[in-house]
């Protein structure tokens, strides 16, 4: 889902992996709404009703390696270490600050959770996860809540949460979604549905949604817009 929509729309990762920053998004660009994190990250872990591929797993070690996705990896032949604008390496230092009961915004920092209201509190009937920012005007961002469904909530949309590396066709991943809405968290927009990219608004059921495991090149430069 895309951030909250009483905010304006931040910018987009680009479709075809153009490192021009004037290909960077599929968006009008306007350099007044490009929303980053002007600080290291802390995130913060609600594991309330967590989904059964979440609770057998390592839920904080895997969306820390999420991060690390976004923020680490290169895009347009530079090492992200060597253009890095917040920590060293990558282009922005995160970091887990611990769980938390927190079931909204939290000031300076990122919040993962889940929801058995998904429809609610997503708005839409189909979104399986949804990430609401708040940034101010000339950039910084504020806060990031990140909303994914329970396995009760997952059920209303026909597909299920899954980690295997050969999934079904009505098997959604868990690691590809998160990516996704990390993405969101960090500033991204959506990119065109058929960009192949990682914030395609829609992320494949079945093995066809793996590819969306790591970001594309259009993601991360798109990212490179935002932090560099």
Request: aromatic share 8%; net charge negative.
């Amino acid at each position: 889902m895309p951030p909250d929509p009483s905010v304006p729309t931040p910018v987009g990762s680009n479709v075809d992996g153009a490192c021009s920053p004037s290909h960077a998004t599929d968006f009008s660009f306007n350099a007044a709404y490009k929303p980053a994190w002007k600080h290291p990250l802390p995130w913060f872990y609600n594991p309330a009703n967590q989904p059964a591929v979440a609770h057998a797993g390592d839920p904080r070690g895997l969306f820390g390696n999420i991060l690390a996705g976004w923020t680490h990896q290169t895009a347009c032949g530079v090492d992200p270490a060597a253009q890095s604008v917040l920590g060293t390496p990558g282009l922005l230092a995160t970091a887990y600050a611990g769980d938390t009961q927190d079931v909204g915004y939290r000031d300076q920092a990122l919040v993962v959770r889940y929801a058995d209201n998904a429809t609610t509190v997503c708005g839409d009937v189909a979104a399986v996860g949804c990430t609401f920012t708040r940034f101010y005007v000339n950039g910084p961002m504020i806060s990031a809540d990140l909303v994914m469904r329970t396995d009760a909530a997952m059920r209303e949309t026909g597909v299920r949460w899954s980690t295997s590396d050969t999934p079904g066709p009505w098997d959604l991943d868990f690691q590809a979604t998160l990516m996704h809405e990390a993405g969101h968290a960090l500033g991204l927009s959506h990119t065109s549905e058929n960009s192949g990219q990682t914030m395609s608004p829609v992320i494949q059921a079945g093995a066809a949604g793996l590819a969306s495991r790591s970001p594309g090149a259009g993601d991360l430069a798109g990212r490179d817009v935002l932090y560099q």
